[in-house]
């Protein structure tokens, strides 16, 4: 019988055994588990002393070394423990991973670090707003931060970063806009002026792969601390896995087979990669060991072997989740996986943790098709994937392989990373191509290329969401591989044109070739009858002249008979014989000549016949030859207009990227207008008005109007198109009314509140005016009889959030804190309950025919009640935490919404489903606005931008008018909808804006003082497209 082995104390008592598996499997031990964490000791002690002397240490190793959970168990215990001395054991750890967005990353771990249990979700993810602007639009400190929050009370503060090497890897994600903030950049000052400054006691540690450390050489204050206080996490011994093994074994009930251990260390070796994977067979040898409910049998080499044993109990494993999807899901999880993973430069595989939202936009599946994929996956006892299975998942949560040994031991897995890289290098490939194309500096794509592409576009079928991972030129590149299609398409179909018209051609000739034949059949029969003619002329001449003779044969004889008329006889004879011999030669010459005239009248017709069927042939083949040169001149014509639009485009990007030559930027993005309006592109071009607007900027051109009027922020902006009057609301209690948007008037102060006006809105008639006032009511201004004072309703605890009239201008609906819609009767003054719901309405919109209310609620929930009939209200959407905050409409039975997580929707009423949804804003929208045409829509948010966009063309990109630092809390259009009036609450709290990009284009050449060299307009424009002066 074998020996086994278990490690017991003299402590320990069978109650006290643990129930369940003590191997973390492929993640990190985490702070709660240091009792299972065997293997690293004394190497804790080391880096406590870096941390103590620099407050900054860089734990350097190898993937799969241990590095996190070192510092989850060996350094953090110590530190609550009170190691360092000085510092005390009162500690606050804000952990976090860099990803995407390291900024906003570092504002949720701070954040969620401080956030006490009386804090909603949306508070904490309001402050998070905060913070990241405070981050980035105000250079704040880590320190001046923490010292403003009010749960600090004085404690050390540990940053820990773990995977640090997502600052190199990573570049700007789908979920957040390209901005220009380089945050890897900003994140490492951030950590650096942490560690300077001596006011509040921050100490960082970072985790970072050994194969990436020479990335950090690009940041030079960064490398030096590194040098300075670096801890490289050793290779672990021989014994430190037997450690590893047992130790945490010894807690349990189980035990294991001598020869079991021997084949795993065996089977470890001296690869520094192979911890998770032991601790994943581990996990995978105990659970196997459980399920068999034999208690008394130690783990066996059978178990061993049954799990896959050390080399295959992952890639087994994840075969089997795998096999218990259905063949669309088992689809899902191969795009999931491919989404979460890529190919490194060595061909090793990398992380790349994506939100659910995005793996349900990148695959195209159900979102309960993919929660179920990723449930599976991170079950209890699977842990292929996090977040872990205690944590709640939404579609913002962010999924992750576990650990790259992942991807090194899956089988499966590494054929998907590199099917998945073939798939992105083709796709890079036709970016560049494309690029080249725009500038005209290659043509379309043929085979194979084409092939490949189009074969690569059908089966993958990548979507926008996905090519932006990589490149965010998708359209540019798929319409490039369109075009290429295209024109080769149409050289197969010349090519098969061509052919067709030499067949018909060579038919043509065929038939000409038969007629002809018939033809001269015909005249050969004709002349062969005018010879037999002949011939019979010719034998009755022979006739005559033998009867002649015979005639002469007797006058011979009756010569004697008549010698006196032997004279006359002889006279006659030679007359008879001589008219005999003219008749037959006139008649021979009469059969040549008539031959001689068939034969040419033949020759003639067949002439006449080629000269006509020359002439139809040339005049077709001319009309066709015509007609090709047109339809390819104005194919010509219409690549180049459309190669001269992406020029525009990509001219406009460029200028972004300017930094040093404010004119030169400002030029650029000129001359990309010019070029857009002269060869037809958009009216309104988001990368081309971006580029007018930052130019501009840059510029210090008037282009914006300011309102002065309001000291402090601007809540509500309400425009009266027939009277021509914009109304404004404040937080310093003002209702302002502005003439004739004249900005140079004195702004008429119809009523100072002693509290913030949070909204105000007006009627159709332009009548009834009314402000909500925090803590007094609705005030109701009859604007038809200016000198009565306002009416004041008392409604929703004088808590307003929403106020909005009725087509009919007799009645409104309006809403607060105390989760009632109230119905207004406004000639009387009364109101009665409209609906009451569970959850505050933070918005509300009623449709043009007065039939239809839109309602916004602050649990997620878009209501849509019939006023027409008394049925309960039907719920378009409800994603709870997700607070609806505007709302209206375009049309009778189009609805557009947005919510706190920036994201636009439209509703198709009458169908009552979702027809378009759009992430514009990255924190929430606080207004929607439509214009006079009811084309555009304005969007105003909390991140501080405004975008309009085009309701007639929704797969374009949105324009972005504004980006402020600050907040965004109303939009309105004004002129006709040509500008937008915007409140904030920065500095300029009411501007206005022009919307359309050649209003802004107006301002560039008089703030220039030079037009573009020769040699700009080669480097940024090409050779190929004439210079030209940009400003004339």
């Known amino acids: ?25 492929l993640r990190p031990f985490s702070l709660n588990e240091k009792h299972l ?16 002397t620099n407050r900054f240490v860089a734990t350097i190793g190898p993937s799969g070394s241990g590095k996190s959970s070192l510092i989850n168990c060996g350094i953090i215990p110590q530190l609550y423990g009170g190691y360092l001395y000085e510092a005390g054991s009162r500690w606050k750890i804000a952990r976090m991973h860099p990803g995407y967005s390291p900024i906003e990353s570092l504002s949720v771990s701070l954040t969620e670090t401080f956030a006490n249990q009386k804090m909603t979700e949306d508070q904490i993810e309001s402050e998070t707003n905060m913070n990241y602007m405070l981050f980035t639009k105000k250079a704040l400190e880590i320190s001046s931060l923490v010292k403003k929050i009010e749960n600090y009370k004085d404690e050390n503060i540990l940053i820990f970063i773990d995977q640090f090497e997502e600052l190199f890897r990573f570049t700007a994600g789908i979920d957040r806009q390209r901005t220009e903030l380089d945050e890897s950049l900003m994140l490492i000052n951030l950590l650096i002026e942490a560690l300077k400054q001596k006011k509040v006691p921050i100490y960082v540690v970072i985790c970072i792969r050994s194969d990436f450390v020479g990335n950090c050489t690009n940041y030079q204050v960064l490398t030096e601390y590194i040098n300075l206080s670096h801890y490289l996490v050793p290779q672990m011994a021989r014994d430190a896995y037997r450690s590893a093994i047992m130790g945490p074994l010894s807690l349990t009930h189980a035990r294991i087979s001598p ?10 070796g001296d690869r520094a990669d192979q911890l998770p994977v032991l601790q994943h067979l581990m996990m995978r040898l105990y659970n196997f060991w459980k399920a068999k409910n034999k208690p008394d049998q130690p783990i066996s080499i059978y178990d061993y072997k049954a799990v896959g044993g050390l080399s295959d109990a992952i890639s087994l494993h994840a075969e089997e989740l795998f096999s218990q999807l259905d063949e669309n899901e088992q689809e899902t999880c191969k795009r999931m996986f ?37 449930e599976l996956f991170r079950a209890e006892g699977n842990s292929i994937i996090t977040p872990d299975h205690l944590e709640e998942i939404t579609e913002e949560s962010v999924v992750d392989i576990s650990h790259e040994a992942v991807m090194r031991n899956w089988k499966r897995l590494k054929g998907w990373i590199e099917e998945e890289s073939d798939a992105v290098q083709l796709y890079l490939r036709l970016v560049e191509a494309s690029q080249l194309y725009q500038s005209g500096r290659t043509g379309p794509w043929r085979p194979p290329e084409l092939y490949l592409a189009i074969n690569w576009r059908d089966k993958f079928k990548p979507n ?61 029969f004709n002349s062969i009858k005018l010879k037999n003619v002949a011939n019979s002329a010719r034998q009755e001449a022979e006739i005559q002249r033998e009867s002649a003779e015979e005639n002469a044969l007797e006058a011979e004889k009756q010569k004697n008979l008549a010698m006196g008329y032997s004279a006359e006889l002889e006279v006659q004879k030679a007359i008879v014989e001589a008219n005999l011999l003219v008749t037959s030669d006139e008649r021979d010459v009469a059969v040549v000549t008539a031959g001689q005239a068939i034969q040419r009248t033949t020759v003639v017709e067949q002439d ?74 958009p009216v309104n071009q988001a990368n081309i008005y971006l580029g007018l607007r930052r130019a501009l900027t840059s510029l210090d051109a008037n282009f914006e109007v300011p309102f002065e009027g309001h000291t402090e922020s601007v809540r509500s902006i309400v425009y009266a198109p027939r009277n021509k009057w914009l109304f404004t609301a404040g937080s310093d209690g003002r209702l302002i009314r502005w003439k004739q948007q004249n900005v140079d008037s004195e702004p008429e102060v119809i009523i100072k509140n002693n509290t913030i006006n949070r909204i105000v809105a007006i009627s159709k008639d332009e009548k009834w005016l009314a402000c909500g006032a925090e803590g007094t009511g609705i005030q109701l201004f009859n604007l038809g009889n200016p000198s009565l004072r306002p009416a004041l309703l008392h409604a929703h605890q004088n808590r307003v959030r929403s106020i909005v009239f009725f087509n009919n201008n007799r009645e409104m609906l309006t809403s607060g804190t105390d989760n009632k819609v109230l119905r207004w009767d406004l000639s009387r003054g009364s109101s009665e309950v409209f609906q009451e719901l569970e959850n505050s309405a933070q918005a509300l919109a009623i449709s ?38 505007s709302v209206i409409f375009q049309n009778n039975n189009i609805l557009i919404s947005g919510d706190q997580k920036g994201i636009v929707r439209i509703w198709d009423i009458a169908q009552n489903e979702q027809v378009f949804r759009r992430k514009l804003h990255q924190a929430r929208i606080n207004e929607i606005q439509i214009d006079p045409s009811k084309r555009y829509i304005a969007t105003s948010s909390t991140d501080g931008s405004v975008y309009v966009l085009d309701l007639e063309n929704l797969n374009q990109p949105a324009i972005e008018v504004a980006n402020l630092m600050g907040f965004v809390y109303s939009v309105a259009f004004i002129n006709r909808g040509n500008n937008l009036i915007i409140g904030s609450n920065t500095t300029s709290s009411l501007v206005g804006h022009p919307v359309r990009m050649s209003d802004l284009a107006k301002f560039v050449c008089p703030s220039v003082s030079r037009n573009m060299s020769k040699l700009e307009w080669i480097n940024y424009i090409g050779r190929d497209i004439p210079f030209e002066q940009t400003c004339e």
């Open 338 to 374: 491919q989404t979460i993973t890529e190919s490194g430069g060595d061909n090793k595989g990398i992380r790349r943790p994506t939100s659910i939202k995005n793996i349900i936009r990148i695959t195209k599946s159900p979102a309960e098709q993919v929660f179920r994929i990723v």
């Open 464 to 524: 926008e969401v996905w090519a932006s991972q990589y490149h965010p030129a998708y359209i540019r590149s798929l319409r490039y591989l369109e075009v290429s299609e295209a024109s080769f398409n149409e050289e197969e179909a010349e090519k098969e044109k061509s052919k067709e018209r030499e067949i018909r051609r060579t038919r043509i000739f065929a038939v000409v070739l038969a007629i002809a034949a018939v033809i001269s059949m015909v005249f050969m």
């Open 608 to 681: 006449l016949i080629d000269v006509s069927t020359n002439l139809v042939v040339a005049r077709q083949t001319t009309d066709e030859a015509l007609q090709d040169k047109a339809r390819a001149e104005q194919e010509k014509a219409e690549t180049f207009r459309d190669n001269m639009r992406l020029l525009a485009q990509s001219l406009a990007n460029n200028s972004l990227e300017i930094r040093d030559d404010d004119e030169l930027q400002a030029l650029m993005a000129y001359q990309a207008y010019k070029f857009n309006s002269k060869y037809n592109g």
């Open 37 to 52: 964490y065997y293997g690293r000791e004394g190497q804790s002690e080391k880096i406590l002393e870096l941390l103590t």
């Open 259 to 268: 020869d079991v251990l021997q084949e795993v260390l065996n089977n470890v």
């Open 1 to 25: 019988m074998a020996k086994t082995l278990s490690i017991k104390t003299s402590a320990e008592k069978p109650e006290e055994k643990l129930k369940t598996n003590p191997y973390p499997g």
């Open 848 to 885: 043009p025919n007065d039939q239809k209310v839109a309602v916004g609620t602050r649990s997620g929930k878009l209501l849509l009640i019939n006023l027409l009939r008394k049925d309960p209200p039907i719920e378009l959407r409800h994603e709870p935490g997700n607070q609806i905050l």
